[in-house]
Structures are given as C-alpha cells and as structure tokens.
C-alpha cells in the first residue's frame, strides 16, 4: 500500500507557542490531504482538506487562522498550530488518498504545556 | 451528506470469543473500507470492498459487503488481544470517503 508519513510523532511545546506538524505522500502524488483530530476514546475529526496549490477548506468550527494549512507541493501539506493553548492538546493526523482508498500517518501526540 | 453508523461502538471480550461489528448506511457506496487503529497510531487499512455481496478473509477476519452496497461487516473469529484497536469503516462515493464514528474492540486475555 501506499505510505504516508508524519512527522513528528510527538511535541511538547509551551503555552503560546506555534508547532508545525508535516505531512507526506512517499510514493504517490497527492493533490488533496486530510487533516484529523482525534480525542482520546473518539473517532477521527475531519478538520480540514488540505489542497495542493490553493487555500484549504476547514471544516464548521474549526479556527483557520488557529490552525494554519499548507500544501505546497504534491506530497507535503503542513498544519501550524499558532498560539497553542493546553486545549490544543490531541492527537492529530494526516491521510491522503489514493484513488478510493486512504492511507494515514503515524499521527502527531501534541501536548501543550 | 452521506452517514455511516457503526455498531456496536464498544465491544470488551474475552479471548477466544468470535464478535462481529456491522457499518451501516442508507446509502449506496462504490467502495468500503475498513482500517484498524492500535493506540497512539494513525488507521492502516485493511481491506477493501467494492462488489455488492463480496467477501473477503484476512486470516481470522471475515469481510462482507451488503448486496446493495449500504452495509458491511467484519466478523472475527477466535479473537486474540492483538485484535484490540479502534475499528473503522469508510465508505466512498461521489462526495469522498465517510467514516464511521468506529468500534473500540478490547480482546482480554
């Protein structure tokens, strides 16, 4: 299958500070990337679709300017948490897809301090 | 906007115990998948069905796809702690890929 790899596993980062998080494709080319949050014993939380070349969609209720997508080339999106504050505190993920399947990165434990 | 219920959405046994989970749905998909996560890592797939009626197997794990293409199910027999995860359906249509909310499996020893 394909492999999409996330980086980093986990971050410690202090109250106000910014955390980037990447996203990529290994083998395959991807226009559009999926951004998740997931709270512990919870399923995945579409945040936003992140779009090669153009501005990304987030979804009802998700901050964009808290939470900062780009996808500048075919095989890396990043999401910057700007000003973190403790309750940013979650495990995000990214996936992306090919053709009707999705493959998904390790996921990124953030904990705000 | 096209919903995917999954039940039951926890499920705790013991080991050596068969359990089914079924994802459910009013709509017709062209493709289903279904992905386990283990704590503290991302989804990986683990199959996928397109065929109304088709059935796959993954050793002890049982695939089927509703002939209307609305449903599915994962059967596992004989289920061993390394079967503990989050389970995940995901249907794909026009719109995308619909996730179900997931079943959280516990397989005791």
């Known amino acids: 299958g394909a492999v999409v790899s996330q980086h980093p596993s986990w971050v410690i980062c202090k109250s106000g500070t910014s955390v980037k998080i990447e996203c990529r494709s290994l083998?395959?080319?991807?226009?559009?990337m999926f951004w998740y949050r997931q709270f512990p014993k919870q399923s995945l939380m579409l945040m936003a679709t992140?779009?090669?070349?153009?501005?990304?969609?987030?979804e009802q209720g998700v901050e964009k300017d808290k939470f900062l997508i780009n996808h500048a080339s075919l095989t890396l999106s990043t999401l910057t948490v700007t000003s973190a504050h403790p309750e940013d505190s979650s495990f995000y993920i990214c996936?992306?897809?090919?053709?009707?399947?999705?493959?998904f990165g390790q996921g990124t434990r953030l904990t705000v301090v | 906007t096209q919903l995917l219920e999954q039940s039951p959405q926890f499920l705790s046994i013991q080991e050596g115990e068969n359990l089914t989970v079924y994802c459910n749905s009013s709509s017709v998909f062209s493709s289903l998948q279904w992905y386990r996560q283990e704590p503290g890592e991302g989804p990986v797939l683990l199959v996928t069905v397109v065929t109304g009626g088709e059935v796959k197997k993954l050793k002890r794990l049982t695939f089927q796809f509703g002939d209307a293409r609305k449903d599915s199910s994962l059967h596992i027999t004989a289920a061993q702690p390394g079967d503990t995860g989050l389970y995940l359906c995901?249907?794909?249509?026009?719109?995308?890929?619909?996730f179900g909310k997931g079943t959280h499996l516990i397989i005791q020893p």
């Open positions: 083998d395959f080319q991807a226009t559009t």
């Open positions: 996936s992306a897809r090919l053709w009707s399947e999705a493959f």
């Open positions: 995901a249907g794909g249509g026009a719109d995308g890929l619909t």
């Open positions: 992140s779009n090669e070349g153009s501005k990304a969609t987030y």
